[in-house]
């Protein structure tokens, strides 16, 4: 899909796991500053490993990574960790550390950015803590600083999550599956807070999303991957029948193309 001067470049990126699966078959894929794109596909398409291959979670078999210009791929581990602040990191899980307080989880943002002994007794900077309390105040909860991970809902620890991940000031957000585990509800509440978090501050995104109605509903841009492969890439109105099947395989998928609506307007008029 043509867009502005690349913030992240992917270039030929292959994974091939000692198994002999080929989970990445020379992606190319190109995203600009500031831009929100869904990433879509059956699982085992490859959707987790290209995230975990742009920050190097999990390391390429073949291809580059570029962020910002530079080379992520051919980094030394120092110069990896400098690298990987400007790449926010979101779980599906939410990879809280569950008995340290809701502040402590987020100031961990911060962590690439403190010397060893300030981080292991956890003492941050002023304007650190303050920032941290801004954030938690701007998603509601700042009320629940003092409160352990343990003691929040699901939709309370991603909110967590995410802000651990703005801490760190990164240019690109690599979220994986940020509403598996939530109820529709509160995945509709994650999503629009993710897209309004990245334009307020200039952000990319890269969400991997299985639900198809939520990645139309908020991401500017859709990527499909098929078998490691991507099979679709453009706007989330072009995402039709034709395309999902492209994608994901035969299927009627009337349905899942439907606005929420259309969903609540037959569910009344049933209802009535």
Same mark, same amino acid.
């Given at each position: 899909?043509?867009?502005?001067?690349?913030?992240?470049?992917?270039?030929?990126?292959?994974?091939?796991?000692?198994?002999?699966?080929?989970?990445?078959?020379?992606?190319?894929?190109?995203?600009?500053?500031?831009? #929100?794109?869904?990433?879509?596909?059956?699982?085992? @398409?490859?959707? !987790?490993?290209?995230?975990?291959?742009?920050?190097?979670?999990?390391?390429?078999? @073949?291809?580059?990574?570029?962020?910002?210009?530079?080379?992520? $791929?051919?980094?030394?581990?120092?110069?990896?960790?400098?690298?990987? +602040?400007?790449?926010?990191?979101?779980?599906?899980?939410?990879?809280?550390?569950? +008995?340290? $307080?809701?502040?402590?989880?987020?100031?961990?943002?911060?962590?690439?950015?403190?010397?060893?002994?300030?981080?292991?007794?956890?003492?941050?900077?002023?304007?650190?803590?303050?920032?941290?309390?801004?954030?938690?105040?701007?998603?509601?909860?700042?009320?629940?600083?003092?409160?352990? @991970?343990?003691?929040?809902?699901?939709?309370?620890?991603?909110?967590?999550?995410?802000?651990?991940?703005?801490?760190?000031?990164?240019?690109?957000?690599? #979220?994986?599956?940020?509403?598996?585990?939530?109820?529709?509800? $509160?995945?509709?509440?994650?999503?629009?807070?993710?897209?309004?978090?990245?334009?307020?501050?200039?952000?990319?995104? *890269? *969400?991997?999303?299985?639900?198809?109605?939520? @990645?139309?509903?908020?991401?500017?841009?859709?990527?499909?991957?098929?078998?490691?492969?991507?099979?679709?890439?453009?706007?989330?109105?072009?995402?039709?029948?034709? #395309?999902?099947?492209?994608?994901?395989?035969?299927?009627?998928? !009337?349905?899942?193309?439907?606005?929420?609506?259309?969903?609540?307007?037959?569910?009344?008029?049933?209802?009535?």
């Amino acid at each position: 899909m043509p867009g502005d001067a690349a913030l992240l470049s992917v270039e030929g990126l292959s994974k091939r796991y000692p198994t002999g699966d080929l989970a990445l078959d020379d992606v190319d894929l190109q995203v600009p500053a500031g831009q #929100v794109m869904a990433l879509i596909g059956p699982s085992g @398409a490859g959707k !987790s490993t290209l995230i975990r291959c742009v920050n190097r979670l999990v390391e390429p078999s @073949a291809g580059r990574v570029r962020l910002e210009g530079e080379e992520i $791929t051919g980094l030394g581990a120092t110069a990896l960790r400098r690298a990987r +602040r400007r790449m926010g990191m979101i779980f599906q899980e939410y990879a809280l550390v569950e +008995r340290l $307080t809701v502040m402590e989880n987020v100031l961990s943002g911060r962590l690439g950015y403190t010397g060893f002994w300030a981080s292991w007794f956890r003492r941050f900077p002023r304007r650190d803590v303050e920032q941290a309390f801004r954030l938690l105040d701007r998603v509601g909860l700042a009320h629940m600083a003092d409160k352990r @991970a343990d003691a929040l809902s699901g939709g309370q620890r991603q909110r967590v999550g995410i802000l651990r991940a703005l801490m760190q000031d990164p240019a690109l957000l690599l #979220v994986d599956e940020p509403t598996a585990s939530l109820d529709p509800r $509160t995945s509709r509440q994650i999503m629009r807070l993710l897209v309004e978090l990245c334009e307020e501050r200039g952000l990319a995104a *890269i *969400i991997n999303i299985h639900d198809v109605a939520l @990645a139309r509903d908020f991401a500017r841009r859709i990527v499909g991957l098929r078998a490691g492969r991507i099979v679709f890439d453009g706007p989330p109105e072009a995402l039709d029948a034709e #395309v999902l099947t492209r994608i994901y395989g035969e299927e009627d998928w !009337s349905r899942a193309l439907r606005r929420p609506e259309e969903e609540d307007a037959e569910e009344a008029a049933t209802a009535a």
